[in-house]
C-alpha cells in the first residue's frame, strides 16, 4: 500500500504578484477594462484566447480591488493641479440615481481633471472637494476675511477673531467649537463652516489669487478671482466686439476695391 508523501517548501513570493498574475498582466487588464472601454465580458474572451487561465471573479477582483493607490494618487491629484497651475475650469452636472439627487463636480485645466461625485451642491461642497479626502478647518483672519468678503460689517468677522484658533479642526471639533462660541444659527453655521474651509485651503497653500471659470461659481466664491457671469459676458462682448471691427474692416476694404475698379474703367475708356 502506497503512502502518500507530502512535502514543505517555504518560499518567499515575488513582489507585486496580484494573486497568481504579475503586473504587466495586471497593467495589461486594467489598461484594457479603464483606458481602452473594453468590457469586461469581452475582456474575459480575449484573456482566455490568449491562453490566460483566469475565471470571472479572479477578473473582476482585479479590477475592483487593491485599488487603494490609485484614490491615493486620485486624492493627491486635485490639491497639487491647482497650487501648480493657479487657474481651474469648473462644471457640474447632476442627475437622480435609486429616488436621490446627485452631482459630479468636474475641476481641471488643460493639464488635470478631477471628477468628484457627492450629494450635495453648494460652497461648503464645493470646498471640501478641494480639500480632497480629509477636510480641515481653521479659524484666523483668512476666515474673517472670508466673512467679511461675503457679508460686509457681519457681527462674525469680530466675534470669530476673539476666539481665533491657530489650529487645524475636522468637522466633529469644528461642531464642538462652535457650540463652545454658541454660533447655533443654520445660516452662521454655514458660513463659518465656509470661513474655516476657505481659511484652511490658504493654509494648505492654494493660492489666494486662485482663478475659476465655471457655472457654479458665479457671484459666490471670494476663493476664485473670476466669476463665470462675469467671464462669459466678457467673452461674448470681446466677441461682438471684435466681429464688428472685422465687418467694418471688410466693408471699408470692399468700398475701395470699387473705388479702384471703376477709376480702372474711367481711365480704359478714355482711351
Known amino acids: 500500500m502506497a503512502v502518500a508523501q507530502w512535502h514543505l ?41 490568449i491562453g490566460v487561465e483566469i475565471s470571472e471573479g479572479q477578473l ?9 493607490l490609485f484614490h491615493s494618487e486620485k486624492d493627491e491629484l486635485l490639491p497639487a493641479g491647482i497650487i501648480a497651475t493657479g487657474q481651474v475650469k469648473v462644471d457640474d452636472t447632476g442627475a437622480r440615481h435609486q429616488g436621490q439627487n446627485g452631482y459630479s463636480t468636474i475641476i481641471g485645466n488643460e493639464f488635470f481633471t478631477s471628477i468628484v461625485s457627492t ?9 471640501k472637494i478641494l480639500h480632497g479626502a480629509n477636510p480641515r478647518y481653521l479659524i484666523n483672519n483668512d476666515a474673517a476675511d472670508y466673512i467679511e468678503t461675503l457679508k460686509p460689517s457681519n457681527w462674525l468677522v469680530g466675534y470669530l477673531l476673539l476666539h481665533d484658533r491657530e489650529r487645524s479642526m475636522d468637522a466633529v471639533e469644528l461642531a464642538k467649537f462652535l457650540l463652545e462660541v454658541n454660533i447655533t444659527a443654520e445660516g452662521e453655521i454655514r458660513l463659518v463652516t465656509e470661513a474655516a474651509l476657505f481659511a ?14 465655471g457655472t457654479m461659481l458665479a457671484n459666490s466664491m471670494p476663493l476664485c478671482g473670476h466669476s463665470v457671469g462675469s467671464t462669459r459676458r466678457g467673452i461674448i462682448e470681446n466677441s461682438f466686439h471684435l466681429m464688428m471691427m472685422h465687418v467694418k474692416q471688410l466693408s471699408k476694404f470692399a468700398e475701395n476695391s470699387g473705388s479702384i475698379q471703376r477709376t480702372t474703367r474711367l481711365q480704359d475708356n478714355a482711351f
Do not use: D
Request: proline residues 4%; charged residues 15%.
Open 9 to 49: 517548501h517555504n518560499g518567499q513570493i515575488t513582489q507585486n504578484i496580484y494573486g497568481h498574475y504579475g503586473p504587466q498582466l495586471v497593467a495589461y487588464i486594467l489598461h484594457q477594462y479603464y483606458g481602452c472601454r473594453v468590457t469586461e465580458p469581452l475582456l474575459f474572451a480575449q484573456l482566455k484566447e
Open 60 to 68: 473582476s477582483n482585479i479590477l475592483i480591488q487593491g485599488k487603494e
Open 119 to 127: 450629494e450635495s451642491k453648494s460652497r461648503v461642497n464645493f470646498l
Open 200 to 213: 484652511s485651503l490658504i493654509e494648505n497653500g492654494i493660492p489666494r489669487t486662485l482663478e475659476c471659470m
